[in-house]
């Protein structure tokens, strides 16, 4: 399990001021173990957790449309 990379978007900056924090992890990771980590290392308690697979990049050959095929991270917002 890794964490890559804390998000800054707009939305997520707003949501820093309600304890709501928002990060990329590789692919392969579990709901349980990034919860177990985030509250070991932060020492927070995480009370809910969402997440997405972020959409792949798209690419065009001719006619179709087809999509890379790269390791795409999820995105996590964990509530504490």
């Known amino acids: 399990m890794e964490i890559k990379n804390a998000v ?5 900056i707003r949501l820093l001021g309600k304890n709501q924090y928002t990060s990329n992890v590789e692919s392969g990771s579990t709901r349980t ?3 177990h980590w ?9 009370i ?3 997440s997405h697979r972020l959409p ?3 690419r065009k050959m001719g006619p179709i449309m ?3 095929d790269m ?5 996590f917002v964990m509530y504490g």
């Open 33 to 35: 173990e990034l919860k």
């Open 66 to 68: 087809g999509y890379y």
């Open 38 to 46: 985030v509250e070991l290392f932060f020492g927070v308690k995480v």
């Open 56 to 58: 792949g990049k798209g």
């Open 48 to 50: 809910a957790m969402n």
């Open 8 to 12: 800054f978007t707009d939305k997520s």
């Open 71 to 75: 390791n795409i991270p999820h995105r």
